[in-house]
């Protein structure tokens, strides 16, 4: 089972603001990156670091990093963000990495 | 453009093995670790291991000790990753992904980019 919490699903209006959030003990040492993935389509990162966008990733995407938590933020979600998301992180030894279990994001 | 291309589906029974491939291009292949990942249908991504392209170094998630092996051919910028006594909970498809790290205010490390995923499945 992964060490790294994620809830399993969230909804947000189309246009809303919406907080997708990863809790872990191995946050409080590593950052979290964040990955996109639509059905039957590899993963894509979508945030990095403490809040790096790779080049084509729009800007409504953004993390941010508060003690053993990592959030993503969609601010004005749209119909084309509604896909699975995960967070991944170095686990608590540093040796090994680790995945949440996805939280499967719904635009209303 | 930096691309991670892998090889296609394959149909195993079960005990067999099987070895995916995935070829680099667009980087200095010896420059960035390799990491192995899988998921089967509906379910998340289960991180396998990683390997130093450029020293051969592995390490390998508890749970696939003795039963997985990643290598590679520099000569030809591709990693493999064999998995053997396949079982049926192995049916998966299984992703390679590049590696990178920054270590400045705090350690971080992404994968980006990702092959497409080969499909392996283990059927009686």
């Known amino acids: 089972s992964s060490e790294l919490t994620q809830d399993p699903a969230v909804s947000v209006a189309l246009g809303q603001t919406v907080r997708i959030t990863c809790q872990g003990d191995s946050l409080r040492s590593y950052y979290a990156s964040w990955y996109q993935q639509k059905p039957g389509q590899a993963p894509v990162l979508v945030i990095y670091g403490k809040n790096n966008r790779p080049s084509g990733i729009p800007d409504r995407f953004s993390g941010s990093s508060s003690g053993n938590t990592a959030s993503l933020t969609i601010t004005g979600a749209q119909a084309e963000d509604e896909a699975d998301y995960y967070c991944?992180?170095?686990?608590?030894?540093?040796?090994?990495?680790?995945f949440g279990g996805g939280t499967k994001l719904t635009v209303l | 453009q930096v691309q991670l291309v892998q090889s296609g589906a394959e149909v195993k029974k079960p005990g067999a093995s099987v070895k995916v491939s995935c070829k680099a291009s667009?980087?200095?292949?010896?420059?960035?670790?390799i990491n192995w990942v899988r998921q089967a249908t509906g379910q998340g991504l289960e991180w396998m291991g990683w390997m130093n392209p450029n020293s051969g170094n592995t390490g390998y998630a508890q749970k696939f000790q003795g039963r997985v092996t990643m290598t590679r051919n520099t000569s030809i910028s591709t990693a493999y990753m064999e998995l053997s006594s396949l079982r049926s909970e192995d049916t998966a498809v299984y992703y390679c992904?590049?590696?990178?790290?920054?270590?400045?205010?705090?350690?971080?490390?992404?994968?980006?980019?990702w092959g497409q995923g080969t499909l392996v499945t283990v059927s009686s």
């Open positions: 991944n992180s170095r686990d608590s030894s540093g040796n090994h990495q680790e």
């Open positions: 992904a590049r590696e990178s790290y920054y270590y400045g205010s705090g350690e971080m490390y992404w994968f980006d980019p």
């Open positions: 667009g980087y200095t292949f010896t420059s960035y670790d």
